[in-house]
C-alpha cells in the first residue's frame, strides 16, 4: 500500500518552474472527483497509490469550475520585493508539501484532504481596540484594498524553505482602516476550525485548536506583513490557507497563520498555538536567526524544496533592510 512511484516534482531538475508543470497542479476538482470516488468506495484504491495518483493526472480529468476567487488574479507584481539569488520553488512541490495540522501532519497528504473545506463565501471578522471593526467578506477586503504580487522567501523551522509569489495587500492597510486605538499593542489571529472537514483536530484533541497566531503591533503594521489570498498568480489553493492568510516573510513559518476567520486587537500580547504547546521551543517572537539553534534542528542552514539543495539562512530570512530596526 505504501509503494508510489517518485513523482516529478521530488527531482531537482523540476525546482525552476515551468508553465507546463503549474497547468499540471493538483487542483480543486481533483479533490472533488477523488470524494465522489471515495463515496462509492473506489477511495481506497486511490489512496493506495496504484490507482489515480497526481502524476498519472490527466489534464482532462481536471474540473476547474471549482476556484472561487480566480476572478481576482492574478494582480500586478511589486518588483520591489524578488529574491534574486534563488529560482522559484516548483508550484507543485509549493502546493502539495504543506504543514496545516487541522487537516494532517503528514505533509504530502494536506492537498488530498482539503476538498471538503469550503472557502466561499468567507468572512473575517476585525474586532477589539479599534474605532472601525467590523466583519469583511474576502471579497471586499479585495476591493477595498490594491493588491500586488511580491516574491518572498519563506522559511519553517524544519530547515526547509522555499520563494514563490504570493498575492495579496499590506495587513497595514486593514489595521489603518479599522483605526487602532491607543491602547492596542498587538493583534492576535484565529483560524477556521471545523472537525467535520478537518480530520486532524479530532486526531490530536489536545492541541489548543483552534490554531492561533499573534504579532506586536509594530510587526503587524510592517510594510512586509501581507494578507495573502494568491499564489503563483491564481487564488491560493485550500492546503496553502486559502482564501485568506499571513505571510511574515522573516519569522519562522508557523507565524504565517492560514484560513483567517478573526483578527483581533490586544492591549497585551496573545497566546499562540505553539507556544502554548512547547513554550520553549516556539518563542513569541520567532524571527529567522541562523545563530539560534531550535532543541531539534539547527537553523544555520535551509533545505530548498523539493531537492536537498542546502543554503546559509540569512538573518531576518533575509529581511534585516526591513526589520531590522525592530529588534
Ligand atoms: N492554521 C494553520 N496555519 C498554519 C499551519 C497550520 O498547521 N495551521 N502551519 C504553519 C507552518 S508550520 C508553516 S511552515 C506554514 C506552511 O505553509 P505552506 O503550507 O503554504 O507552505 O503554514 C503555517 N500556518
Ligand atoms: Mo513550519
Not at 188 to 211: C, I
Request: include cysteine; charged fraction near 25%; charge should be negative.
Amino acid at each position: 500500500m505504501k509503494l508510489r512511484k517518485k513523482r516529478r516534482w521530488e527531482l531537482p531538475e523540476s525546482q525552476v518552474t515551468s508553465r507546463s508543470d503549474w497547468e499540471k497542479r493538483p487542483r480543486s476538482g481533483l479533490y472533488t472527483r477523488r470524494r465522489m470516488l471515495a463515496a462509492s468506495g473506489a477511495g481506497l484504491a486511490l489512496s493506495s497509490g496504484c490507482g489515480l495518483s497526481v502524476e498519472g493526472l490527466e489534464l482532462g480529468q481536471v474540473d476547474t469550475a471549482d476556484t472561487p476567487y480566480s476572478g481576482w488574479f492574478p494582480v500586478e507584481r511589486n518588483e520591489d520585493y524578488q529574491v534574486p539569488e534563488r529560482s522559484l520553488t516548483n508550484p507543485i512541490s509549493a502546493t502539495t508539501y504543506n504543514n496545516y495540522y487541522e487537516f494532517s501532519t503528514n505533509k504530502t497528504a494536506v492537498s488530498q484532504l482539503v476538498g471538503d473545506f469550503e472557502i466561499e463565501p468567507w468572512t473575517i471578522e476585525v474586532s477589539g481596540l479599534c474605532n472601525n471593526g467590523g466583519t469583511f467578506g474576502v471579497e471586499d477586503l479585495f476591493t477595498l484594498f490594491d493588491m500586488e504580487e511580491r516574491i518572498y522567501r519563506f522559511r519553517c523551522v524544519e530547515a526547509w524553505a522555499m520563494t514563490v509569489p504570493w498575492s495579496g495587500f499590506p495587513l497595514h492597510r486593514l489595521l489603518e482602516y479599522v483605526d487602532p486605538t491607543a491602547d492596542a499593542t498587538h493583534v492576535s489571529f484565529v483560524s477556521a476550525n471545523d472537525p467535520v472537514v478537518m480530520p486532524g483536530v479530532d486526531q490530536r484533541p489536545s492541541y489548543p485548536w483552534p490554531y492561533h497566531e499573534g504579532l506586536r503591533m509594530d510587526e503587524a503594521m510592517n510594510e512586509l506583513t501581507l494578507m495573502v489570498g494568491g499564489l503563483f498568480g491564481e487564488p491560493i489553493p485550500r492546503q496553502n490557507g486559502a482564501p485568506l492568510r499571513l505571510i511574515v516573510p522573516w519569522k519562522y513559518g508557523y507565524k504565517s497563520i492560514k484560513s483567517i476567520v478573526r483578527i483581533e486587537l490586544t492591549a497585551s500580547q496573545p497566546e499562540t498555538f505553539w507556544s502554548t504547546l512547547v513554550p520553549d521551543e516556539y518563542p513569541f517572537e520567532s524571527n529567522v536567526d541562523p545563530s539560534v539553534p531550535h532543541p531539534r534542528w539547527s537553523q544555520a542552514t535551509e533545505r530548498l524544496i523539493p531537492g536537498s539543495e542546502e543554503v546559509e539562512t540569512l538573518l531576518y530570512n533575509g529581511y534585516e533592510p526591513e526589520v531590522g530596526h525592530l529588534y
